[in-house]
């Protein structure tokens, strides 16, 4: 008689079974691609709105606090998560909604945004995310006298490693239109805050003019009245938190001097430190001569 192997039974009962292979058809292959890589894009999307993003420093305006070339992981949790801004490969605008943060941006960050437009226009003709330095805060008061930067009349210092050029002349500022300042004297300027009153008149109106329209809002005058969404008025109520930026590289630095106040929704986060450093302008098809301008001094410098 044969020995029943209760190990053997017990293994066999709870043995998953092998299914069959079957061999997918190239179409069946394909749409499995599809979706792996659909579902990588949606995770990619999600980290890169929710948490972390990274983010290639352009230009030099904020040298030598950062670099032209350097590549940045942005925390983006601090000042409230997103859903996706945009999509990924093809930088194309998602509209998207913004998740209460830790805390608002203040004076001192250096902060990620959404770049508002230039002066003159309501929206800016391509998505941007531009890099300053936050130096004055919803209900601030700045003005900059023979470059120095005063913050309700209080001198806020050219950061550690902010620099001026002195060889570059005082051009002249662009916003709001129709004034005589400079990047080097300008102001003062007080920064609009959630619940301000802003009095209208004929001589301002048209300083107010894409502000009033970037709150979403129609503007229009027929030389006596000013008419907001068509209804007359002397007052505009503002319906948001805004910041100042500029340049720690002050006299190359194309910053809210020139373009004006930024939404506190716009700003999407603040760097953390460099993990990758190298020349912007040398092309990869030079690939050697890319990996040999490699700034290893700079990879892991903390921004502050």
Sequence with gaps: MQKFDIKKWFKNIFKPKKKPKVKKTFSQELVSWGKTLLWAIIVVMFINGAILASFVVPTGSMEDTVMPGDFLFVNKFIYGPSTPQIIPFINQPLPFYKFPGCRKPKQGDVIVFIFPGEQNEVKPDKFEYYLKRCVASAGDTIQVINKRLFVNRKEFPLPKHGKYDL??????????????????????????????????????????????????????????????????????????????????????????????????????????????????????????????????????TIIR
């Design 167 to 300: 060889a570059i002349p005082e051009l002249y500022a662009t916003f709001p239109g129709g004034n005589l300042w400079t990047k080097d004297n300008y102001g003062p300027i007080r920064i609009p805050k959630k619940g301000d009153v802003i009095k209208l008149t004929q001589e301002n109106i048209m300083e107010w003019r894409i502000f009033i329209m970037r709150e979403g809002h129609d503007v229009g005058t027929d030389g006596t009245s000013i008419y907001i969404d068509n209804k007359a008025t002397q007052q505009y109520v503002t319906e948001r938190d805004y910041c100042w930026g500029m340049g720690d590289n002050r006299d190359h630095s194309s910053d809210s001097r020139f373009w004006g106040f930024i939404p506190y929704d716009n700003v999407v986060g603040t760097p953390l430190f460099v993990y990758w450093s190298w020349d912007p302008d040398i092309k990869l098809v030079h690939l050697f001569s890319k990996i040999a301008s490699l700034r290893l001094s700079r990879i892991f």
